[in-house]
């Protein structure tokens, strides 16, 4: 047996159950051994749609997914998505076929490269140490939360190795938890016990059932409203306390209740410039805490009163074994009244600006929120528009949001999509993205129709960049070069097989009723032509983050 099948046997024996990517000759044996060894592989058409798909699929299962990729021009076609996996500390193992003689026209700095974007590298380096390096680096990915890139060198895949070699690999035991001190723990009881206005922002680390029940019992005691940063939307759905989203998504209410805290808990949240509005959503007088698991993420964004090392769940429970009395804190009965009447965005009074030709978005997102199952797994891309399908359509949980947003790339959305809906099966998937990100991405539309995926991809086309234009258009600036001729993305979508339509108004959307009504045996994309006469709420907050 050659180290390339040993390898992907192992890997499938180690858990790597789904692997994404583009075949090519340096990573076709490889791939047909994990294959062959039961994992599943999905086809992409493009490297960088496969590198997304697997991050999204990481993040939406808790497993480590894993990316195949040609040598060369097979990992430089991936990057932008493994710099997002790798910003997003995503478990994510990319698999290099790799040219070490330096005149093949396939040979680059692979290492160099994945350093740059923040991956960490491993390699295979030899037949009998193969496996144990292959199963290291799915072991770090786990245990370090890191997109791992591991380099497999052309020569060492065609080495012999043992045939019985595979049978040694094992899932890696789960990551361990981290047990917070217990005098820091206290200290942070001790903050609940004087804080009479607390709110509690949860983040990345945050997003398992455990720590979500953790969180709203220890939020209970105290009497501290919920909010959570983009990545963890939908952790408190249900939740008559929760404020949904902080930052520059909150809605009007929820960033005056934010502002208005006197103790804010970051759990498992970096409290970083977008969660924080640059700080602003931290009142003058507030104390500020945060938790998490990894020691140098304490502080990385903002000074802090306490920082707690320790896992969420566990420290919140350690928190309620020491906590005093029920406090009402920030629960009164107008708070409660003013939530339920108007935290979301979609409850906020606005001036329908549509007309016969484009549809204002916040109507068409309310509508294809009403419309669409509640049932659902959502994509987003990044653009103008990208604010309403991530507040005005709501999930279900922390399982239903998937946001690969920690680069800001547009052209991610679809492939976040598709990779979201394979680890949530039983969810209709839904695409947000924008025109320019869908035509970025068209090529896995076949993707979808091909692995036969019941999606609903809604285009918020305004035929532009619209942040460009909306943030230099003001000033006087030519838009040129941020502008386009109107694009028939129904019909494209159409020759990929997609049912589609066209939505200018409200009434164009029965098309989309009758689809969710039907058997769904065929994808549906919707080519929104919304209205594009002004800027997202939150897109001078973008701006200034750059």
């Known amino acids: 047996m ?8 192992a890997l499938s024996a180690a858990g790597v159950d789904h692997v994404f990517g583009v075949v090519g000759s340096g990573n076709f044996h490889l791939t047909n051994a994990m294959v062959a060894a039961g994992s599943r592989f999905v086809a992409a058409r493009h490297e960088g749609g496969a590198a997304t798909m697997a991050d999204a699929y990481a993040r939406m299962s808790g497993k480590v997914a894993a990316l195949s990729v040609h040598q060369g021009p097979g990992l430089t076609n991936a990057m932008t998505g493994i710099a997002e996996a790798a910003k997003s500390r995503t478990p994510l193992l990319v698999l290099a076929a790799e040219v070490t003689e330096p005149r093949s026209n ?31 680096a799915v072991r770090r990915a786990l245990h370090e939360r890191r997109t791992v890139l591991l380099n497999l060198p052309l020569d060492v895949q065609a080495l012999e190795v043992g045939d019985d070699a595979p049978v040694l690999a094992a899932p890696p035991p789960a990551r361990a938890a981290a047990e917070p001190k217990a005098a820091e723990a206290a200290a942070l009881v001790g903050m609940l016990e004087e804080s009479r206005r607390p709110v509690f922002v949860a983040g990345r ?95 990385a964004h903002r000074e802090l009163h306490l920082g707690v090392t320790g896992d969420v769940e566990l420290t919140a429970r350690r928190a309620l074994e020491m906590a005093g009395g029920h406090r009402d804190g920030y629960r009164t009965a107008d708070i409660a009244a003013a939530i339920a ?26 509508v294809l929120d009403d419309i669409l199952p509640a049932e659902r797994v959502v994509g987003v891309d990044s653009g103008n528009f990208m604010g309403y399908p991530s507040m005005y359509l709501s999930v279900p949980d922390q ?3 998937c946001f690969t947003q920690a680069f800001q790339s547009i052209g991610l959305g679809l492939a976040t999509a598709i990779g979201a809906a394979l680890a949530q099966p039983q969810r209709l998937p839904v695409a947000a993205l924008g025109d320019g990100g869908a035509l970025m991405s068209a090529v896995e539309l076949d993707t979808v129709r091909r692995l036969g995926l019941p999606m609903a991809v809604v285009v918020y086309n305004d035929d532009a960049y619209g942040a460009e234009v909306h943030h230099f258009g003001p000033d006087g600036h030519p838009l040129d070069s941020v502008t386009f001729p109107p694009t028939d993305i129904a019909a494209v979508a159409r020759g990929y097989g997609f049912e589609a339509v066209t939505v200018r108004t409200r009434a164009d959307l029965k098309a989309v009723e009758d689809w969710v009504a039907g058997p769904r045996s065929v994808p549906l994309l919707i080519d929104a032509k919304v209205a594009g006469d002004r800027g997202a709420w939150w897109l001078e907050e973008a701006f200034r983050g750059h």
């Open 2 to 9: 050659k180290v390339a099948e040993a390898v992907g046997r």
């Open 106 to 136: 396939f040979h680059i700095d692979q290492e160099a490269l994945a350093r740059a974007v923040g991956a960490v590298t491993a390699r295979v380096t030899a037949a009998e140490d193969a496996l144990e390096q292959a199963c290291a």
């Open 205 to 299: 680390g945050s997003r398992t059932p455990g720590s979500r029940d953790a969180l709203a019992a220890l939020a209970d005691r105290y009497g501290a409203l919920l909010a959570t940063s983009a990545v963890a939307r939908g952790l408190f759905r249900g939740d008559p306390w929760s404020l949904d989203v902080s930052g520059g998504f909150a809605s009007p209410l929820a960033a005056e209740l934010i502002q208005g805290a006197d103790l804010i808990v970051g759990w498992g949240c970096a409290l970083n410039m977008w969660t924080m509005r640059h700080g602003r959503l931290i009142g003058p007088d507030a104390t500020v805490v945060q938790v998490d698991d990894d020691a140098s993420a304490l502080g």
């Open 341 to 366: 009447a108007r935290v979301r965005w979609r409850d906020e009074p606005y001036e329908d600006e549509s007309s016969r030709e484009r549809i204002d978005p916040r109507t068409l997102s309310i």
């Open 399 to 401: 399982d239903g949001f």
